[in-house]
Structures are given as C-alpha cells and as structure tokens.
C-alpha cells in the first residue's frame, strides 16, 4: 500500500534562495582563520560599554519577563524624541513607535501589514537580499528596480513605471543603501514620494544606516510625506555596534501604531526586555561612541578609495553605510564563483555582487567595518593580478 500525505512544505519557503552572503560566510569559517572577513557588515567596534551595562542592570533588576507587545514605554518615548530630533519628522507619538527585533523584523512587520498573496513589491537591485526573501516568505511577488552606473546607481523613476501593475502595493527605499553606500538626496526622494503617489502604494523605508554618513546629512523620506504613506523602520545594530542585541523599530504614520503592536503577539510577544533597556540607554546616553565609529568608517573609506584609484579600479564612493561597490567586471563574468575562489585561492572574503540581485554582476560588495589594516591587506588581495 502506497501512503499517500497531504503535508507538504509552503513553496514559497521551499524555492526561497539563500542568502549568498550567508554561502560566502560559510565558506570563509570553513576555509581557515587565514582569510580576511571583507563580506560581512558587522561593525569592528565593541558595544559601548554603558550599553551593555545597562543590559546586565536591566537583568540583576528583574526585567526578565514580558514586557508589552510594542516596548517598553520609556523606549518608546525617547525614540518618539530621537526621530523628531535627529530625523527631523514628527512630532511623532509614541504610540506609533514600535519596537521590533533588530531592522529586519521591523521590515517584516511593516511588509506583512501592507501586502498579502499575489501582491508586487518594488525593491532596489541591486538591493540587501532580505526584502526579497521577505517578501517572497510572505507570499507576495518582489520585483527590482535596477540602479544602474550609468544612472549613478539613482533610481530611474520613468523605468520604474513600466514596472507597476495593478497588483503593486509597497515601494521600498533604502537609504544609506546597502550595497551601494549610496545616499538619496531630497529631490530623488521627492521624485519616489510622488511616483508611491501616483499609484498609491506604501513605502517602507529602510533607514537602518541612518546615523552613518559621510559627505551629507542623511534625509528620512517621513520628512517630505504629506499623505502618512511612509513606514519608517531602522535599527539599532550598525549604529551602536549592538547587531546581536536585536533591537530595532518602526515609525509607523499615525493610527497605524496599534495594527502593528497586535502584530508582535503571534510574531514575537515582545522583544527581549534587556535588550530594550540597552537600546534605551544607547539613544539617550552620549552619542561620543557614534560618531568616533562614523569618523572611523569614513577614514577608511578613503584610504579604500585611494587605493582604488592608485590601482584604476573602478567603484562608487560611499557617501554612507559602511560598504564599497567595486567593479570587477574586467576579472570575471561570474562574481559568485569569483568570490568563493577569492576565498579559497586569495584568502580573502567578499560578497559577491549577484547577492544583492541580478543587476549585481560584475561587482563585489566590501565591507569597510573591518579593520583598517584588514581592509587594506583584503584589498590587495583580491585585486593582485
Ligand atoms: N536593512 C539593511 C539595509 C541592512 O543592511 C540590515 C543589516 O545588515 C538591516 C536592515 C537589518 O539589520 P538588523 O536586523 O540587525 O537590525
């Protein structure tokens, strides 16, 4: 007798591409301590050490139980604060402030509130792998918008409108960006804020960089939305060096708040109580720790630069995030396998450009918060001929 089974696995979750970041990482662990980390964005910097304090204290205090569905109260508070003060929108209540578990989760929640099966999410490509695994997790369908060098990697807004269809529901922006460094300034967001008008989508804006630019100040999309269609999501990981903690939030326009609260329940209840008193004490504390890291990012981002252009390299300048987008198109026609050989014959890890979608060809992601000796040595290596 055959056993028949109607168990079977979502699709969506069974034909999901890994990340290809995460194939690199594999590889370089395996490969030996010898090869140089370029690929992943994992700050170079300890916590700060009145963060991590302040996480211990929350726990010799009891804050080891559930806490409510979207933060603690004074966490919440002070972010309405933070994003008044520092992102310039606002005022913002903080009820329409939730806490989430790092960026991503608040990326989640925001998808999952605004797109359901069948539905089309617009996302940058090259873009961070992520949105699209979201999306496609959520059953709905991502579709790139592609940023390409002879645009200056700017989004075009006249191809993106061949690009929508009546089943377009969510923009997402991401600014500083990941992969590309790239910074929009208000007029290109400007022009993404009337096109999301045009055909009435949401926009998610991902702004989990946004404490980390270079040559100009970073600009939230929330500041020029008229019409409450933008859901702010950033992340306390890169700005604090606090990746492992897991805390982010979304700024959500207002009444959204409560639809986003309940969410946590089924998704996570809460977020850990500990982690959130370390948020807390990172945006309220000194700021000293953020810009020596910004300063530090910055510095060696120039000295990456200079190499580049010693050796005729092509690449975009970052203005912000912590990553360079380098050409190497002149080498290969197959970043993937250039990068996995670069780990096992040049000792040296990066990501490969297709990571971040087909319009990565050609290109390598580094990371700059690796150490400046690191980063130079890394170069090198990957660029000896
Ligand atoms: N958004 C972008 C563009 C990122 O690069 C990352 C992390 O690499 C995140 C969001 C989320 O980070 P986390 O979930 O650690 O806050």
Known sequence: M???TTRHLVESAVT?????????MDLAWRTGDDVIGLHVGEPSFPT???????????????????????GIGPLREALAHKVVSRNGFGPTAADDVIVSAGGMQGLWLALAATIQAGDEVLLPDPGWPNFAMAVQLLQGRPVGYHLSPEDDFLPDVDRMEKLVTDRTRVLIINTPSNPLGAVLSPAALE?????????????ISDECYDALTFDRPHVSPATLDPDGRVLSCFSFSKTY??????????????GLGAVLAKMQEPLLACVNAPAQFAALAAVTGPQDDVEEM???YRARRDVACELLDRRGVRYLR???????????SDRTDDVATFAQRAVTQRRVAVAPGTAFGGAGEGFVRVSLATATEDLLT???RLLAT
């Open 2 to 4: 055959t056993a028949t």
């Open 16 to 24: 999901m591409p890994r990340s290809g970041i995460r194939v690199v």
């Open 48 to 70: 700060p050490g009145h963060v991590v304090n302040a996480a211990c204290d929350a726990l010799a205090a009891g804050h080891t139980r559930y806490v409510p569905n979207a």
């Open 191 to 203: 022009q993404l804020l009337a096109f999301a008008a045009r055909h009435d989508l949401w926009v």
């Open 241 to 254: 060096a606090m990746t492992g903690l897991r805390v982010g939030y979304v700024v959500a326009p207002p």
């Open 294 to 296: 910004r300063r530090t």
């Open 318 to 328: 970052p203005e912000g995030a912590f990553y360079l987008w380098i050409d190497v």
């Open 378 to 380: 890394g170069l090198d």
